[in-house]
């Protein structure tokens, strides 16, 4: 027939179209239970209630759309397997128009991206900084605006990913990453369909003090004024209606096959053979072609024509679900069944404008005067098993029939179910000879849910534990706690989030903080702090800033100052204050806590300086000495900064890893101190320096003063042992060989004075040096001036250790450099400066150490008696 070459063509063509498409398993989440939790109010902002057109939100497929889609061809569910009869909704895969790939700028992206491991994280992982971006760009007042800039972003991404699908080959996790983003900008729409238009009306009224003579319509806009629930569950149904729609595409591309003015041309034409044959046929068919000759005579039509009514049937259900049931009368029309075409206009509301208008010019009356027995019809033709499924999902939907139009987790027909309330109302006020009486169960969104958890079919048990079905649920109850709770299962479970989901989860705290909404808030910081971790894993370090300041003051704090630690180059640890600033966060608490935790990590404690220790800088201690890189950015840091540095050197002389403490003082600043009197002069001060500040002043002199010992004494070392060598003469040379001896005896001695004097002035300058450390003025070396309001325990401990430490090791070193150079009675009047009462530096030798200096001070008095002194140096008296 006509209509087999037809469909045999198409076929062909779809074939070669679509043979590439696959779905995606979504990943599942754990069922939670359906216990009602005190929800947070979906309406709880006071602004001005939209006023609903009634008979446009009864009229589906006639009204104008209330949200902005992107166009997008995609496969129609009359392409799709029988066995499949959801597909077309709940697959990750949606087909593309292949007119995209001439895009050059598209074809060039999607090139760049196909060479990356996985395209579909390297296309989407720009969605970071752009949600940033959005979040930062829209103030509390325009969160909205901020709910339509996550759409776009999301549906970009979807367009880039979809072709990314085709060029790619299903590639199983660009796919993945695509459906997630679809679901995510359902999920968006979803929050800014029911956020937008809250309420400051009773969730419901259900007294109604209009006259009984009112029609059906007047009731209902009532109804709507009144009911907050019922507003609510219109906008669930107008947002399912808007996914199922945007899904399809172009529906009129895949129609063409369907027979044409005529219903049921093959089985017309059978009839009239058989007609003129006079014989029968071996497969009975029907022998009248009315609507209901199949059901009342048990018989069939031919085989074609019941595939086109399969077919017609499947894509009804489609555009139906899509509200579009105008599209749906016109497309039984072209198929040769107004009868069905006028099936489906029984559900219009019955309103007579002349009973109220008192005009004498007559108006045309609207709707089906005779709605309850329709919609009588339409219940029981949804429960009667012998239909087509989807002719008993389509009259199940108009009629409110829950349990024939369960599937998946679309539930725009479920919802339509809540509406029931309408009619129970109409019915309550409208009773007529014309009412027939059927069960009208009253319905809940709870009990919607609880219906497709108890669905004995493992598909729909799959997609109502995916994540954002999940989210979607909890948001639709307004359940915020549960969602919640949800949440904090999703973080404690073994297996990780995806990086898409958690970055929704996120925005979406961070949108339902901005509303005022009341959350728990121990969830709300561990959706924060998994966030961060992963923008730090993934080094985003530009992005992490803005999160942590959405957390509490001291946990932020914290986690700023964990992050700083992870950032080793140093051109973007400014770039990382500066960002911290902006975002509110408390740079010098930060900076504090990193340089104490950093420094913090050694647990060696003080030891003796006779220890064997290893002196060499490792890469821990590398780590300290960088550390102090973060308190220097900033001018108005630089005490704290002087104050961590004495810290670390004062650990790393304790230590003998002089190398390191001295490179942890290159470090800061020669302005330090004069810039911390500026500052200090700078606010209006006119009394002294905080102690604190003059303290830590203090030891940095005290430190440096050491130090320069140090190297004084180092400098010394190493010249006394590279003294001159002198040459070896034969003891029988001739003459010329006599000449070049005395050449080289002379050149040695004037070496050898050059390196004595150098010698002398190296001597000098180590015990002056030594002796700045050992007779440091105002009290002595790390001794404070003043008392601090709160005294650092640690510091006063650490002070002490490093007199005992450092005193003594100087005094033996200075020891050692006066009787090298044979500068024995300077050595002992030493013992004069350890025992004064003024400085009381024996306090910090002990018994040990005193016993060991009074023997190198008696190894000077006999070098002294050798040399014909006195055991003090002096010469002896006759």
């Not at 304790?654 to 001295?662: E, I, N």
């Amino acid at each position: 027939t006509v209509a087999a070459r037809r469909r045999k063509k198409v076929a062909c063509i779809l074939k070669d179209k679509y043979c590439c498409f696959s779905p995606v398993a979504p990943s599942l989440t754990p069922a939670r239970s359906l216990q009602r939790n005190t929800p947070a109010s979906l309406f709880r902002q006071a602004v001005t209630p939209r006023v609903l057109d009634v008979s446009s939100i009864f009229a589906p497929g006639s009204r104008t759309p209330r949200y902005a889609h992107t166009p997008r061809n995609a496969l129609s569910s009359a392409n799709l397997e029988d066995s499949a009869w959801t597909n077309s909704i709940t697959s990750p895969v949606v087909g593309l128009d292949d007119s995209s790939f001439f895009l050059d700028d598209e074809a060039n992206l999607s090139s760049a991206l196909l060479k990356e491991d996985d395209p579909g994280e390297a296309a989407a992982a720009s969605l970071f900084p752009e949600f940033l971006a959005s979040f930062l760009k829209h103030s509390s007042s325009a969160v909205f605006e901020l709910l339509e800039d996550y759409q776009n972003i999301c549906q970009e991404k979807v367009n880039v990913l979809q072709s990314l699908v085709l060029r790619a080959g299903q590639n199983s996790k660009t796919a993945s990453v695509r459906w997630l983003l679809q679901q995510e900008n359902c999920t968006w729409r979803l929050i800014s369909s029911l956020y937008r238009y809250p309420s400051s009306l009773p969730r419901r009224i259900s007294l109604f003090l209009a006259v009984p003579s009112e029609s059906e319509k007047v009731v209902v806009e009532q109804l709507f004024q009144r009911d907050a629930i019922i507003r609510q569950s219109q906008l669930v149904v107008d947002w399912l209606e808007s996914i199922a729609k945007d899904q399809i595409g172009n529906f009129s591309d895949n129609i063409e096959y369907y027979a044409k003015n005529v219903c049921w041309e093959n089985t017309l034409h059978a009839l009239k053979m058989r007609r003129k044959s006079g014989s029968n046929f071996l497969v009975p068919l029907v022998t009248e072609l009315d609507p209901d000759a199949p059901l009342r005579q048990q018989r069939p039509l031919a085989d074609l024509d019941r595939e086109d009514d399969a077919r017609l049937l499947k894509n009804l259900f489609t555009l139906i679900r899509a509200g579009m049931t105008d599209e749906a009368q016109r497309l039984c029309k072209r198929c040769g069944q107004a009868w069905r075409a006028a099936t489906l206009e029984g559900w219009k509301l019955y309103h007579d404008p002349n009973m109220t208008s008192g005009s004498s010019e007559l108006q045309p009356v609207e709707g089906n005067p005779h709605r309850g027995i329709w919609k009588a019809c339409c219940w029981r033709m949804a429960e009667e098993e012998q239909l087509n499924r989807y002719e008993r999902a389509i009259y199940a939907s108009l009629s409110g029939n829950i349990k024939p139009v369960i599937y998946s987790s679309h539930l725009i027909h479920s919802f339509n179910s809540l509406l029931q309330d309408l009619e129970l109302t109409v019915r309550g006020r409208h009773v007529s000879d014309n009412t027939v009486a059927f069960p009208l169960p009253s319905w809940t969104m709870e009990n919607v849910f609880e219906e497709l958890q108890a669905s004995e079919s493992k598909r729909v048990l799959d997609e109502i534990k995916e994540h954002h079905h999940v989210i979607q649920k909890f948001v639709i109850l307004g359940d915020l706690d549960g969602l919640m709770d949800e949440f904090s299962d999703w973080l404690t479970a073994s297996k990780p989030l995806p990086f898409h989901l958690l970055r929704f989860m996120t925005h979406l705290v961070l949108f339902f903080r901005s509303l005022g909404l009341a959350l728990k808030e121990e969830v709300c910081v561990d959706v924060l702090k998994a966030y961060i971790s992963l923008l730090i894993r993934d080094q985003q370090t530009h992005l992490v800033a803005s999160y942590v300041g959405q957390l509490p003051a001291e946990l932020a704090t914290t986690q700023y100052a964990a992050f700083l630690e992870t950032v080793s180059q140093p051109e973007l640890r400014p770039q990382c204050l500066h960002l911290a600033t902006e975002a509110g966060l408390d740079v010098s608490a930060i900076t504090k806590l990193v340089v104490e935790t950093v420094r913090g990590r050694d647990d060696a404690d003080f030891t003796h300086h006779s220890q064997t220790l290893e002196t060499g800088t490792t890469k821990e201690d590398q780590k300290k000495i960088d550390v102090i890189d973060w308190l220097l950015f900033d001018p108005a840091h630089r005490s704290e900064a002087l104050k961590q540095s004495n810290a670390i050197m004062r650990r790393f002389l304790a230590l003998q890893k002089h190398d390191a403490a001295k490179a942890v003082f290159s470090k800061v600043p020669e302005d330090s101190m004069s810039e911390i009197y500026s500052q200090w002069k700078g606010v209006g001060q006119t009394a002294p320096l905080p102690a604190e500040d003059e303290n830590a002043i203090r030891e940095h002199l005290c430190i440096r003063a050491y130090l320069e010992a140090h190297e004084a004494f180092t400098d010394w070392f190493g010249h006394s042992s590279s003294a001159p060598q002198k040459p070896a003469f034969a003891s029988e040379a001739k003459f010329t060989e006599r000449v070049a001896n005395e050449m080289k005896e002379k050149e040695y001695q004037a070496t050898m004075a050059a390196w004595s004097s150098r010698l002398d002035v190296l001597t000098e300058d180590v015990k002056e040096r030594i002796y700045n450390v050992l007779l440091f003025v105002d009290g002595g070396w790390m001794v404070d001036n003043r008392e601090e309001a709160e005294p650092d325990e640690e510091r006063s401990h650490q002070m002490a250790a490093l007199r005992s430490l450092c005193l003594p090791r100087l005094t033996f070193l200075l020891l050692s450099v006066l009787q090298s150079s044979s500068r024995h009675q300077e050595a002992l009047r030493l013992a004069d400066i350890i025992s004064s009462d003024q400085h009381k530096l024996y306090q910090v030798f002990s018994k040990e150490e005193l016993r060991r200096f009074l023997q190198k001070l008696r190894e000077s008095s006999l070098a002294l008696l050798d040399q014909g002194l006195d055991p003090l140096g002096y010469e002896l008296q006759p």
